[in-house]
């Protein structure tokens, strides 16, 4: 992978698309024929940009010129000259300093300074990608409860979740336990989600990591043939514990008269048997599978564990010192505000 990079930016084409490669485009693009679009659909891309930009990035040019290419200079709003692209670089501005000056963007200063080969092109640093970043222990506990909860990893191994505005804090906490898997540049931004099972679209917070090589080994474990499951011989020999259950309930629990739920609908009855069988195997919790029979759920999508008044004391005091200020509403009064 190439970054195009200059005065401090860098412009860098997404990693999931690595299997794109010059002599793929080549084939497809100049001795089969297909178009950016054909291409994009061929390969499940959701944009004929993402095929395009990286033609550009390999300077595979367009087979013939478009009414756009052929009046991209006549319509041009912003023009630079050599002599001011230079004057500006000895005075050590920056694209985004430029485009200030120019009431333009950083994006289409980068593209001028590029026409006259004021720009550079270096490799990718492999620590930059985090492909190769190891997981801590921490972040492994975490994954582990997570992956179980709202959380999802990518055939690219690239762990992503969401949650709506109310619980911001989470996701926070989130990104500062897989910091080190994030681009440099990430920020949590409100963004609209679309729920699939409510079927409309809310207020809320995406987080996704890089591509990651130990994510993508926790992929192989906890997904087949891309739909996931539980993994109980896997989890366990895992170092699943306490943290995880916690971030697990944080995901997906709830309380209700000092009972615990967990929604392990996505389980199927089949995996719930295996949820119970690890948490007594693990933990000596003792559960019970219900059903839901609302129309709103599908055939394999209607069983969930439940706990007694008992066992729910027993869950309560193993994810308590584990559980944020923001969920201590998922903990019976008397193991609130013990972390």
């Known amino acids: 992978m190439k970054n195009h990079h200059s005065d401090g930016e860098v412009f860098r084409i997404d990693d999931p698309y690595s299997f794109l490669t010059k002599e793929l485009l080549e084939k497809e693009y100049l001795h089969n024929g297909l178009s950016d679009k054909a291409i994009a659909q061929k390969y499940n891309i959701g944009s004929k940009v993402t095929i395009w930009r990286r033609r550009k990035f390999f300077s595979i040019d367009n087979k013939l010129p478009t009414k756009s290419n052929l009046n991209a200079c006549k319509n041009r709003k912003t023009n630079i ?46 620590n930059k990608l ?62 609209k989600i679309h729920s699939k099972q409510i079927g409309k679209d809310y207020n809320g917070y995406y987080l996704r990591t890089m591509q990651n090589e130990g994510l993508k080994e926790m992929y192989s474990r906890f997904y087949e043939n891309k739909k996931k499951f539980f993994p109980f011989k896997y989890l366990s020999e895992s170092s699943f514990d306490e943290y995880s259950l916690a971030v697990w309930y944080m995901d997906d629990g709830s309380r209700s008269q000092n009972r615990v739920g967990l929604y392990t609908f996505g389980f199927g009855y089949d995996g719930n048997l295996d949820i119970l069988k ?23 999508c209607r069983h969930y564990i439940t706990f007694s008044v008992e066992e729910s004391k027993k869950f309560f005091a193993l994810v308590a010192p584990y559980m944020l200020p923001s969920f201590q509403y998922k903990l019976s009064q008397e193991y609130r505000f013990l972390v």
């Open 81 to 126: 000259s050599k002599e001011e692209a230079l004057k500006w670089l000895s005075e050590g501005k920056t694209h985004k300093e430029i485009g200030e000056l120019l009431k333009c963007s950083r994006i289409v200063v980068f593209r001028r300074f590029e026409e006259l080969g004021l720009t550079k092109e270096q490799p990718q640093a492999q």
């Open 130 to 191: 985090r492909l190769h970043e190891k997981l801590t222990d921490l972040q492994i506990r975490f994954l582990l409860g997570d992956l179980l909860g709202d959380g999802s990893i990518t055939s690219w191994g690239m762990f992503q979740c969401s949650h709506s505005h109310k619980q911001k804090q989470y996701i926070q906490y989130k990104k500062e336990v897989l910091q080190n898997l994030l681009s440099p540049n990430f920020e949590i931004m409100p963004t």
């Open 278 to 300: 690890f948490l007594s195997k693990k933990f000596n919790l003792k559960g019970k599978i219900y059903m839901d029979n609302r129309e709103m759920r599908s055939e394999d």
